[in-house]
């Protein structure tokens, strides 16, 4: 990927207002990662809380570029011949079949077995070409002309074996297949992992990404965020929300509510036709936001004490 | 630049952030790709490159600060001075001495340090030195650099410890020649000269900012030195002869160590079962290949975690080396999920509903004041069997940690056999040195023939090995 391929990113300041016009409202600091990501090739390591926008970071990047988003969503036991490629053995099922009567015709005329080998020599492995190559996510972000944005989701769900798989393709965007050989990517792939922290990722991945955290945002931030989500919330209930969630984060709680929490709440907020918050209101629709029944018994005993900081 | 980005690397692996020369050399493009004039810019690029935990960011940004600050700071000064030109320079002086503010020593012509320097050869000599004169125009500017070629000459990155400070300090002073300074003042106060108190002003400035050199210094280079040497010697000690004031210390370091071994062992436990064909599974694979079985797939165990009972004696004498290993096993909760424990002394009870609602040193703390005491083993042998006998399965690891000092008591050896035959593994780890193990009233020896391991554990070291050789046996 060269910089005038893709004037989207050739500043930070840009990346942020292109963001923005694709409702992606983001600090200066994502900006300045997808910037780096971009002019030194690294994937980007994201971590941070479940639903502070970690893979809307990817797919907003897409939108960006216009480039196709492949996504490989990491589980346990998620190995190669779902992540990278696969024989289509069907295929060469059929193939080898249909072929058998074209042997005889080709070997026809051949003296002894050893000038029949010969004979058989001269095609190569047909069997075990591209043709027959069935592309996984990972090999299909390889193979894009214009090059693609990668997303590999919550790594920290895959077996610890599978990050070890990754470490070539990060480093040096190519695929090996034992059959083949090396496919190398034609324009290397823009590329995200995302990671909620459940395990230790190892430090050989760590090494070869930027490491980009991302934090609940700010009120400014998360108004902003708001406000280019939800447009239609006015001023004063959209502050107090955010207040409101602000509040709830500083709580000891199970699941703190992120973003994507926010968000919906001002959805169902408007829904409900409220002008400003009030104690009914927010034990009604508490469960939008918090998604244990613990955490909700213990916001709603404290529920006057929030809203009375707002 | 370059150089000075490598020696903060350096700074940042003092304070335990590691970096590789790989990421060195990223580093090195992130800057030249973001430039260098946005420094908040620059500090968020470098940050993603180097720091690779959230933790490892916070340690990276206060380091950022406290390293670029001076030298950027030397830059942003001049032009300070020219907007306060009027109203008296640089906050040092006036920390000097606020009586001294309405004198300008940018044009010292009527200064009394003139009109002595014009009897004194001395101080003449003094007042056209490059020193002097930096101090007397108050060129901050000038003044940083000296400190710093004269911090580069006397070796002040290879500052160690917190003492050497007044030595490196003073060192410094003399190589930029503050002795003519500290001359002419004694001098001057022999001669009860009316310009003494300037000189010494101007020698304390001097004195202050070296001092402060010294201490930025410092904290870059040499505390996370001090820090690694501390951790070195703490993990070493005996645990109940380190003092209080350094428990926090070790508490820290229990935490690390354990967070170390985590990550070590915690990779997840299966085990393929040879000779098993998961046939369901191979057919139904096989339908898209016509019915073609290529791939084979092979029945699965996951081994299950393993169960952990920690006996633990929490009388007098080992109550510290307790604490510590219950607040390693505790500290390895993802790892070691079902880890419980037992605190005895004259009789045992389960203690592990201390630690699900309380914070570890805590629970450790509730645990000590509910079961300290005089020791019997054999009763409280009795009273685990009675609570934990019937779970013991061939997945449970027992861990007793103890002195074995029975106080001329009934061992009842015959419950440790029966544990022991139960069990996986029993480990004995007993804090006396093996010298004196069965000497006296200990029963260690007579114990021993029911465990299948036991070690002697007094420091942290000792302890962390055996706890990675337990998580690698109940793999």
Not at chain 2, 52 to 80: G, H, I, M, W
Not at chain 2, 206 to 224: D, F, K, M, P, S
Not at chain 2, 327 to 338: E, H, R
Request: aromatic share 8%; proline share 3%; charged share 25%.
């Amino acid at each position: 990927m060269q910089i005038d391929d893709f004037p989207q990113l050739a500043s930070v300041q840009q990346i942020e207002q292109g963001f923005e016009s694709f409702g992606y409202i983001c600090s200066t600091k994502i900006a300045t990662a997808v910037f780096l990501a971009f002019q030194l090739r690294k994937p980007i390591l994201v971590e941070g809380p479940p639903g502070v926008g970690k893979t809307e970071l990817a797919k907003t990047t897409a939108e960006l570029l216009d480039l196709p988003l492949i996504r490989l969503q990491c589980y346990e036991g998620l190995d190669e011949a779902k992540a990278l490629y696969e024989w289509k053995y069907g295929k060469q099922l059929l193939y080898t079949q249909v072929l058998k009567e074209k042997l005889g015709d080709l070997l026809k005329g051949a003296k002894g077995l050893a000038e029949s080998v010969e004979r058989l020599h001269q095609f190569g492995d047909i069997f075990y070409s591209e043709d027959f190559l069935e592309p996984r996510p990972l090999l299909k972000a390889m193979q894009q002309e214009r090059g693609a944005i990668l997303l590999i989701d919550e790594i920290d769900k895959s077996d610890y074996e599978f990050e070890s798989l990754l470490l070539e393709i990060l480093s040096d965007y190519q695929i090996s297949i034992p059959e083949i050989g090396t496919i190398k990517a034609r324009t290397s792939p823009m590329v995200f992992l995302t990671s909620n922290n459940t395990r230790d990722i190892s430090d050989a991945l760590k090494r070869r990404c930027l490491h980009l955290y991302i934090p609940f945002p700010t009120v400014e931030l998360e108004e902003r965020i708001v406000l280019s989500r939800v447009p239609d919330v006015d001023a004063l209930l959209r502050h107090q929300l955010v207040q409101f969630v602000h509040s709830l984060r500083q709580l000891d709680l199970k699941k703190s509510p992120a973003i994507s929490e926010t968000i919906d709440w001002a959805r169902s907020l408007l829904l409900l036709h409220s002008g400003q918050l009030d104690e009914e209101l927010v034990r009604s629709t508490l469960n939008v936001l918090l998604k244990f029944e613990d955490d909700i018994e213990a916001a709603d005993a404290e529920l006057r004490a929030l809203l009375n900081q707002n | 630049m370059q150089s000075n980005l490598v020696s903060f690397i350096q700074v940042l692996r003092t304070h335990d952030v590691r970096v590789s020369p790989a990421e060195t050399l990223d580093a090195m493009t992130v800057a030249t790709t973001l430039g260098y004039a946005d420094r908040k810019l620059l500090r968020d690029g470098l940050a993603m490159t180097l720091a690779k935990t959230p933790e490892e960011e916070a340690v990276f940004l206060a380091c950022f600060d406290r390293y670029f600050n001076q030298r950027l700071s030397d830059f942003a000064r001049p032009e300070q001075q020219v907007d306060t030109d009027s109203d008296e320079s640089s906050d040092a002086e006036e920390a000097a001495g606020d009586s001294y503010a309405d004198q300008s020593p940018a044009d010292g012509d009527n200064s009394p340090l003139t009109t002595a320097a014009a009897d004194n050869a001395e101080i003449a000599s003094l007042l056209n030195s490059d020193l002097m004169q930096s101090l007397v125009n108050n060129d901050r500017n000038a003044l940083t650099m000296a400190i710093g070629s004269a911090a580069e000459t006397v070796g002040l990155r290879q500052i160690q410890m917190f003492t050497q400070k007044g030595q490196y300090t003073r060192k410094i002073l003399d190589a930029m020649g503050e002795e003519q300074l500290r001359s002419a003042v004694i001098a001057l106060e022999r001669e009860d000269n009316p310009a003494l108190v300037e000189l010494q002003r101007y020698r304390d400035i001097l004195r202050e900012e070296v001092r402060n050199y010294v201490e930025r210094e410092y904290l870059l280079h040499a505390e996370g030195k001090t820090r690694q040497f501390m951790d070195d010697i703490l993990s070493k000690t005996r645990l109940n002869n380190i003092e209080h004031t350094y428990l926090h210390k070790v508490h820290e370091l229990v935490r690390k160590m354990a967070r170390k071994l985590a990550s070590r062992h915690s990779r997840k436990r299966r085990q393929v079962k040879r000779g098993q064909l998961n046939m369901a599974k191979t057919m139904r694979r096989g339908i898209a290949n016509d019915g073609v079985m290529f791939d084979t797939y092979w029945r699965q165990t996951r081994k299950e975690k393993p169960q952990i009972l920690a006996v633990c004696d929490v009388s007098g004498s080992v109550a510290a080396y307790a604490k510590f290993l219950l607040l390693f096993l505790y500290s390895l909760q993802d790892v070691l999920p079902k880890v419980r424990s037992f605190a005895f002394s004259s009789h045992l009870g389960e203690v592990s509903s201390y630690f699900d609602d309380y914070p570890v040193e805590k629970a450790i703390e509730l645990v000590n004041w509910k079961y300290g005491g005089a020791t019997d083993y054999g009763s409280s042998l009795q009273d685990f069997a009675r609570l934990a006998l019937d779970d013991i399965n061939s997945n449970t690891t027992v861990i007793i940690l103890g002195d074995a000092r029975n106080n001329n008591g009934d061992p009842k050896l015959e419950i440790m056999q029966g544990i022991y035959q139960r069990a996986r593994q029993v480990l004995w780890l007993n804090p006396e040195s093996r010298k004196v193990w069965g000497s006296g009233d200990s029963e260690m020896l007579r114990y021993l023939s029911a465990c299948h391991f036991s070690a002697e554990c007094n420091n942290l070291k000792q302890l962390e090995r055996i706890v990675d050789q337990l998580l690698k046996s109940t793999r």
